[in-house]
Each structure stands twice: as structure tokens, then as C-alpha cells.
């Protein structure tokens, strides 16, 4: 398969997973997600029912970790810093063995005491292990409050015992809210993420080997993180459809593959098959890198099954691409008609082969791959229509998720939610 920056995704992919985290990684999501959260449980300190809440406030997230999840978290403290409220944070990626990168940023650790709150940017099954990590004397009189983030319209049943470790809920979106609410009488609250400024690295095109004058499209995904939900396949079918073998129409897929998702790399290597104009960029790529792929890029394509929030294309957004994704879920928070091109859909009963999202009644999009391709020749043959569908986009989301904006709404809930 034709594959770009093989020597940069060398030196920088995160290290295969030992032997008994691959076993472990053998059993059904589902079920390493009932284990671990049966066992922390009963070990795991609870919070104290009468903390004051806050400021000052802490994060405990997944700083060291290559997902959404991990980014939230990173995002929120360089929100909250940068708002000048001196937030502290705790790494939980060696704890769940998710240490993907060295997370060197310099950050205020969280120590014992002290009072405020505690924001534990981790699903709720994993709550209980976080406060486990963290240690009683460090959630000791500080309100808990989880950010969950979930793609289906209801949350499964292994997450409801999660729910007696926190106080309150924050969810990135609407969508989500809405499944968490049905769940529980706590508090919860939608605090999208923030996007702030991106360093952008120029000339990415000339650095991973992609041709200057080509159109491409980018579609960014992690191998072995919710696959079947990302719908990777669906956007290499939709540009196959719409370009064929047409090598001045470039698709980009940048992935990361940990080396614990074969059967997906095999379908993906399936899809492509014989395709010149289709690029893997594999391994990791700094912060501004993958910014300035971003930017490199024409258009962005995200035809998933569901999204809790859709930082990707919220990212590519605010980087003023056009963005070609599914009509549905989180991603809705920002994206309309005016500022993006929405892909229709029909919802169909959720099937995933990594058993993360095998839930009875439970129904997912799938993207109308048709319309996608529309989509892709429309945006292609008018550079006028990207330029004004970028404009639009760069505008709405610095308005939503700006980093100022976040922190205010931050400070208004941990003030609103604090105990007399």
C-alpha cells in the first residue's frame, strides 16, 4: 500500500503493547470494561458527600494518551491556564497502561488537599479507578465531577454504577447529554471543548511527500479506537466513487495503529487495495504537524457512525477547511447546512466487531455514501464553495468553543454547583 513519512512514523509511534495487555485486550470491550469496573469499585474511595466545591479546580485525564478523551483533558487545563486560574492535573494514562506519548508538558500537579473541585475527564466506568489513582487524600473535600463523553443515544448499563463516585456530569454535547440525563437525577451540564489557536506547521505537503497541486482530502482516525464507529471504510468508498484512480484527487488517511487492531488494518488494506491516489500517514505527528496537515488538506471527511462531540472536524473547522460528515449525533453542536457539507443517513442497529458499542436497541448512522461522493465533486469542481463553507466554519467555531468562553462557563458552573 502506498504509505507516507514511514521514517517520522518510526520515530515517533507509540511502543507496541506488552504481551498481557494484548491478551487483555483479546477479551470483548464490554466485558474489560464490567471487570475493571466491578473490581475498582470496591476499592476505589468515594467523595464526600458535603464538599464545597469550586475553585480551586484539578483535571485528572488522560494527558499522555493519543484519543478524544486524552485531548479533552489537555484542552481544558490549557483553557483554564491560559485564563490565568491555575488549574492542576493528574496523568491517569499510566494507570489505565494507555502511556502513548510523553506528555512533557510542564503542569501544576495535583496534590493532596486544598479543597475545590476535581474534573475527572474519563467514561464512567473508569471513574472508580481514576479515584482509585488519585488516592483519597487527593479527592478528599473536592466535589467530583466527571466529563463522559458518549456516541449513542442511551448509556449502557455498565456505566449507572459509576454514577454514585461523582456529583455532577459534564458532557461535551447535546447528543450526549441527552443519554446521560435519561440516566441519572445528577446535575449535568453540556461544556463543549475548546479550540484554541493552532500552531500550524508549513509546507506539510512537501515534508509527507503529497503532490502540491493535487486536490486532497484528509480523513484522520486512531486504528484502534472505535473503528467501526469511525467509518473509515465508508470514506475511502465514497472517494473511490466519486475520483476512481484520478491522481490529481488525493485521499490522506493519517491513523495511528498501536498494533492491537489487525482485523481492522486488513479491512482497511482491503478498501485501498490498487488505489495510487490513496495515502496512508501512519504514527504519531507533533501537535503542529498535524495541524498543518490539516491545513494542507482541501477538505476533511468524517463519515462516522456517531460522534460524542467531533473534535476532528471541529479542529479542521477552525482551521477554515470544508468539511464533508454524517448529518448526525455530536457533531451537530457546530456543524448546519450554512457552515459544513452534512452527509445524509439512515440509522441502523449498532454492530461493532470490537464489542465497545454492543448494546441491545442501540442505533448508529450510517452514511449515505452516494451523497458523500456528491459531496466530494461538488467541493472539488468549486473553490468558491470551500473557500465559503471554511469562511463560515472558522467563524462559528471561534465563536462556540473559544477557550475564553469555555473558561467563563467553567468558572459559572463550579461557582453555581458549590455547597454553602
Known amino acids: 500500500m502506498p504509505t507516507l513519512a514511514e521514517p517520522l512514523a518510526r520515530q515517533s509511534a507509540p511502543a507496541k503493547p506488552s504481551v498481557l495487555r494484548r491478551l487483555w485486550r483479546l477479551i470483548p470491550q464490554h466485558t474489560r470494561m464490567q471487570i475493571q469496573s466491578d473490581v475498582t469499585r470496591m476499592i476505589a474511595p468515594k467523595p464526600d458527600r458535603d464538599a464545597a466545591g ?48 510523553n506528555g512533557a508538558t510542564p503542569r501544576r500537579p495535583l496534590t493532596p488537599g486544598g479543597g475545590g473541585t476535581v474534573i475527572v475527564h474519563h467514561n464512567a466506568p473508569f471513574v472508580p479507578h481514576a479515584l482509585w489513582a488519585l488516592g483519597r487524600d487527593r479527592i478528599k473535600g473536592r466535589r467530583i465531577i466527571g466529563y463522559w463523553a458518549w456516541e449513542l443515544p442511551k448509556v449502557p448499563a455498565v456505566w449507572l454504577p459509576g454514577l454514585r463516585f461523582v456529583h455532577e456530569i459534564w458532557v461535551p454535547s447535546t447528543f450526549t447529554r ?68 484520478d491522481p490529481s484527487r488525493v485521499l490522506a488517511i493519517k491513523l495511528i495503529d498501536n498494533g492491537s487492531a489487525q482485523n481492522a488494518q486488513r479491512e482497511l488494506d482491503a478498501a485501498i487495495a490498487g488505489a495510487a491516489n490513496i495515502r496512508l500517514i501512519e504514527g504519531m505527528l507533533p501537535e ?20 460524542g462531540f467531533g473534535l476532528v472536524p471541529a479542529q479542521a473547522m477552525a482551521l ?14 457546530f456543524m448546519n447546512k450554512n457552515n459544513s457539507a452534512l452527509v445524509r443517513y439512515s ?49 462559528d467555531v471561534h465563536a462556540l468553543l473559544s477557550p475564553e468562553k469555555f473558561s467563563q462557563h467553567v468558572v459559572s458552573l463550579l461557582e453555581s454547583g458549590k455547597n454553602p
Open 347 to 395: 440509522l441502523i442497529p449498532v454492530r461493532d466487531a470490537d464489542g465497545a458499542f454492543d448494546e441491545a436497541d442501540q442505533r448508529w448512522a450510517d452514511a449515505d455514501v452516494d451523497h458523500a461522493a456528491e459531496w466530494l465533486r461538488r467541493l472539488a469542481g468549486d473553490e468558491a464553495l470551500r473557500q465559503r463553507l471554511g469562511d463560515a466554519a472558522t467563524a
Open 178 to 245: 441527552d443519554a446521560v440525563v435519561a440516566a441519572t437525577d445528577l446535575p449535568v451540564h453540556v461544556v463543549p471543548h475548546p479550540l484554541p489557536a493552532m500552531p500550524v506547521t508549513p509546507g506539510m505537503r512537501a515534508k509527507l511527500g503529497l503532490s502540491p497541486d493535487a486536490l486532497v482530502v484528509l480523513n484522520v482516525f486512531h486504528l484502534g479506537s472505535a473503528f467501526s464507529r469511525k467509518n473509515p471504510l465508508a470514506a475511502v468508498a465514497a472517494f473511490r466513487q466519486a475520483f476512481g484512480d
Open 320 to 333: 477554515g477547511k470544508p468539511v464533508i460528515a454524517t448529518g448526525w449525533s455530536g457533531n451537530l453542536d
Open 54 to 101: 469550586g475553585l480551586p479546580v484539578g483535571i485528572a485525564g488522560l494527558f499522555s494518551t493519543a484519543s478524544g478523551i486524552g485531548e479533552g483533558a489537555r484542552l481544558g487545563y490549557a483553557a483554564l491556564d491560559a485564563a490565568g486560574l491555575a488549574p492542576m492535573a493528574f496523568d491517569l494514562s499510566r494507570t489505565f497502561g494507555q502511556t502513548e506519548f
Open 288 to 307: 503542529a504537524d498535524m495541524a498543518g496537515l490539516m491545513q494542507a488538506a482541501d477538505i476533511v471527511i468524517s463519515l462516522h457512525r456517531s460522534e
